[in-house]
C-alpha cells in the first residue's frame, strides 16, 4: 500500500520560512517524480514545484519561484520543499504527489499524479 504523509506545516509570519517533508512508502521511490501541490480555501488544487526522479532537475510555478525549493532524497524516500520569503497568498494545504512518468512535466497536472499525500495546512500571518 502506497503511502506519503507530509509533515512540517504550522503557522508562519509573512516574509518567514517553513520546510515541508514527505516521507514516502510501499513504492519505489527513485521510480517516481515527486511534487508538492497545494490548496487555499475555496480554490482548486494547484501545481507548486516538482523534481525528476534523480533530483537533477525541477521545475515550479511562477508564483513560487526565487522563493521555494525543492529536493529529494531517494536513500530516505523523502521529498522536501523548502519555503522562504512565505506570503500570506501562499496559505493552503500542501500536498505532496507522485507521478509515474518517466519525464518531469514543466507544469504537472492534477490528473496526471499516481498518489497522494493527505496534505499538510500552512499558514502565513499578515
Known amino acids: 500500500q502506497v503511502q506519503l504523509v507530509e509533515s512540517g506545516g504550522g503557522l508562519v509570519q509573512t516574509g518567514g520560512s517553513l520546510r515541508l517533508a514527505c516521507a514516502a512508502s510501499g513504492l519505489t521511490f527513485s521510480n517516481y517524480v515527486m511534487a508538492w501541490f497545494r490548496q487555499a480555501p475555496g480554490k482548486e488544487r494547484e501545481f507548486v514545484i516538482a523534481?525528476?526522479?534523480?533530483?537533477?532537475?525541477?521545475s515550479d510555478a511562477d508564483s513560487v519561484k526565487g522563493r521555494f525549493t525543492i529536493s529529494r532524497d531517494n536513500a530516505k524516500n523523502t521529498v522536501y520543499l523548502q519555503m522562504n520569503s512565505l506570503k500570506p497568498e501562499d496559505t493552503a494545504v500542501y500536498y505532496c504527489a507522485a507521478d509515474s512518468r518517466v519525464f518531469l512535466s514543466p507544469s504537472p497536472s492534477v490528473s496526471a499524479m499516481n498518489y497522494w499525500g493527505k496534505g499538510t495546512l500552512v499558514t502565513v500571518s499578515s
Open positions: 523534481i525528476s526522479r534523480s533530483g537533477g532537475r525541477t
